[in-house]
T-cell receptor, first 118, second 111 residues
């Protein structure tokens, strides 16, 4: 397996403020990480693909200026929710892509960050 | 783009019975199909995966089958136990790229 951590595990912020979420691959290097959002009793919706050393690729409908992604190293990607609003309240989960021994790819998820915007 | 449909949305079985969850995908270029188990409030855990060059893969009580022609893949859990209760997600990707998830199946195993 592989270990991916996320910080913080939960955060409460006021409307209009910004929140940064960190995603780290602890025991492997990840040139690619992904950010998902999950609403209660729903599936994981991909927000963006984060590539080390280059700009993130955002999915259709996701505002890149609102959800800032930085992937500055092979083990760290950050998601900043800017000017948060109550509708941004959700469970944010990152995943990191690992290359296995056979040269194939596997994705491992972080524990998620519960964001509540008041 | 890729779309993944998953059925059923809920599944209730008696302990010891088998459970089957089915998914279909739309992009014939998809070649990697993982299954994740997610318990309430926790991260999705990879439980088994299959690649397009294989038709079936088994790991103890869990098996996955893939029909590339029909673009179907299924998760089979035998001898279910209460601790198998969770939400299961299928996903598909092309060459290790982004995963597109199915809608999820809430499995309940009754003792």
């Amino acid at each position: 397996g592989a270990v991916v951590s996320q910080h913080p595990s939960w955060v409460i912020c006021k409307s209009g403020t910004s929140v940064k979420i960190e995603c780290r691959s602890l025991d492997f290097q990840a040139t690619t990480m992904f950010w998902y959002r999950q609403f209660p009793k729903q599936s994981l919706m991909l927000m963006a693909t984060s590539n080390e050393g280059s700009k993130a690729t955002y999915e259709q409908g996701v505002e890149k200026d609102k959800f800032l992604i930085n992937h500055a190293s092979l083990t760290l990607s950050t998601l900043t929710v800017t000017s948060a609003h109550p509708e941004d309240s959700s469970f944010y989960i990152c995943s990191a892509r690992k290359i296995n021994r056979a040269g194939g790819y596997e994705q491992y998820f972080g524990p998620g960050t519960r964001l509540t915007v008041t | 783009g890729e779309n993944v449909e998953q059925h059923p949305s809920t599944l209730s079985v008696q302990e010891g019975d088998s459970a089957v969850i089915k998914c279909t995908y739309s992009d014939s270029a998809s070649n990697y199909f993982p299954w994740y188990k997610q318990e309430l409030g926790k991260r999705p855990q990879l439980i088994i995966d299959i690649r397009s060059n294989v038709g079936e893969k088994k790991d103890q009580r869990i098996a996955v089958t893939l029909n590339k022609t029909a673009k179907h893949f299924s998760l089979h859990i035998t001898e279910t136990q209460p601790e198998d209760s969770a939400v299961y997600f299928c996903a598909a990707s092309i060459r290790g790229g982004k995963l597109i998830f199915g809608q999820g199946t809430e499995l309940s195993v009754k003792p």
